[in-house]
């Protein structure tokens, strides 16, 4: 059972543009909502995260917007630049749960074409 | 401060071999978890540790153990690979109190 639900698989967007992906959960008991992003042959770095006391949160050109009675939560990309492709993750977890596991979506693959 | 570092980055198995991915950290987190990458599947949790001595299955536990005996350690061993075993694996930390895991770069592994 999949969890965590993640579309587009890939993207591609011209410089400049809005690179926009969307998550879907089931587990009303997540609690953190984090997104990661990944270079190829490195590992998946924290981007940008959420609490779902708040329905959105801006970090520079990285926007996550955040709907709790619809259970989903996306990620926007202002302006995208060419070292903005990567592939991206969004992921929940429920903070006070033992290990704090995080649940993947199955990811997207960004390309920003110049 | 290297952070989550992983070794080996590459390796091929036979069959039916056992191995040990290595994982250390050296920023005293608590928490620490294997994850294994496949295409379309995002990152899956194998094991995960609360702290040294304390242990426990993820969502795709078969065919792999783990042991805690300090903080800093968190090896992964698959006891007699598989080719479904073929993956990417990272091993991750966090510290109680913040959210966000620490990845290390990975290990692909193949098996043939």
């Known amino acids: 059972q999949q969890q965590v639900k993640q579309s587009p698989q890939s993207l591609i967007v011209q410089k400049g543009g809005i690179s926009i992906i969307n998550c879907a959960y089931e587990n009303t008991a997540f609690d953190y909502f984090p997104w990661y992003q990944q270079f190829p042959g490195k590992g998946p770095a924290l981007l940008i995260a959420i609490r779902p006391d708040v329905s959105e949160k801006k970090e520079g050109r990285f926007t996550i917007s955040f709907n709790k009675s619809a259970k989903q939560f996306s990620l926007h990309i202002m302006d995208s630049q060419p070292g903005d492709s990567a592939t991206y993750f969004c992921?929940?977890?429920?903070?006070?749960?033992?290990?704090?596991?995080?649940?993947f979506g199955g990811g997207t693959r960004v390309l920003v074409k110049p | 401060n290297a952070g989550v570092t992983q070794t080996p980055k590459f390796q091929v198995l036979k069959t039916g071999q056992s191995m040990t991915l290595q994982c250390a950290q050296d920023?005293?987190?608590?928490?620490m978890s294997w994850y294994r990458q496949d295409p379309g599947m995002g990152l899956r949790l194998i094991h995960y540790?609360?702290?040294?001595?304390?242990?426990d299955q993820g969502e795709v536990p078969n065919g792999y153990n783990v042991s805690r005996s300090t903080t800093e350690d968190f090896p992964l061993r698959l006891l007699s690979a598989a080719p479904s075993q073929t993956s990417v694996y990272f091993c991750?930390?966090?510290?109680?109190?913040?959210?966000?895991?620490?990845f290390g770069s990975g290990t692909r592994l193949t098996v043939v």
């Open positions: 540790s609360v702290g040294a001595g304390i242990t």
């Open positions: 920023m005293n987190h608590e928490y």
């Open positions: 992921a929940a977890s429920l903070i006070k749960a033992a290990g704090n596991k995080l649940t």
């Open positions: 991750a930390s966090f510290a109680t109190g913040r959210y966000g895991y620490t």
